[in-house]
């Protein structure tokens, strides 16, 4: 019976380190909205980045891909032209999209053994698209988008965030306390204006916004935004611009 009890106890122990992290690899979160640049910190004292490689995984799958193989830089990689390295072996990605979003881990090698634990960051990437697409150009920036339409249309605004695959939004973004939500220029909730309509998607970590839009909408800014608590994660921001019009950037 002893026998059967510490067996048990040493499951709750090695299901406890497990649960907190506790097996030796340093990994941290970043929420970045795509279109801008990010850097992912190795978190290792290094003296060059000769030693340094890096790897990723999409959420799901189990195969790493390496990016940087000893401070050099594979071209074979989808994102290769975007990925460059600090002079601290932080990973830089211009030009971030909802495809980057995944698992990026830092090694540190030395005669072919690596040293210390991986570092790793977990990549989490805002998006938004907008329904009806317009045949005329549009335009993108860092953390906003613009796109030509007109009054008297129905504009659907969709805010994505790509994070773990194969699990629920409830079952990651909820249970640690983030939110979705659209909101005004200067901050306010906009499910409180029935002028829209919000719909959100568990299952897909996906905000919708919907409106007809008015004249005075040209120029209208909408921002949807993560929030952890009362801290914000990261935001886009949707720009209404109409056609007829001519606007500098």
């Not at 605004?157 to 249970?175: F, H, K």
Request: aromatic share 8%; with cysteine.
């Amino acid at each position: 019976m002893a026998d059967k009890c510490d067996l048990c106890l040493l499951g709750l122990i090695i299901l406890s380190s497990l649960l907190t992290g506790t097996s030796g690899v340093d990994e941290t979160r970043a929420f970045i909205s795509s279109g801008e640049n990010v850097s992912l910190s190795c978190n290792k004292t290094l003296s060059d980045c000769k030693s340094t490689t890096w790897t990723y995984n999409s959420f799901g799958h189990s195969e790493a891909v390496e990016l940087i193989t000893l401070g050099i830089k594979k071209k074979n990689s989808e994102r290769h032209e975007r990925l460059s390295l600090e002079s601290d072996c932080s990973l830089n990605i211009k030009n971030v999209t909802g495809e980057d979003y995944g698992l990026y881990s830092c090694q540190k090698y030395v005669n072919d053994k690596q040293q210390g634990p991986d570092a790793r960051v977990s990549l989490h990437v805002l998006h938004v698209s907008v329904s009806p697409s317009s045949s005329s150009s549009s335009s993108s920036s860092s953390s906003s988008s613009q796109t030509e339409i007109s009054p008297g249309r129905s504009v659907t605004l969709s805010c994505q965030l790509y994070s773990y695959a194969g699990l629920s939004c409830d079952n990651w973004v909820r249970s640690r306390g983030f939110k979705l939500l659209w909101v005004n220029q200067t901050g306010v909730d906009l499910k409180t204006d029935s002028r829209y309509q919000i719909l959100y998607s568990s299952d897909h970590c996906i905000i919708t916004l919907t409106t007809t839009l008015l004249n005075e909408d040209d120029n209208r800014e909408w921002r949807c935004q993560l929030t952890q608590g009362n801290q914000l994660k990261t935001s886009v921001r949707y720009t209404v611009k109409y056609s007829g019009h001519v606007h500098l950037y």
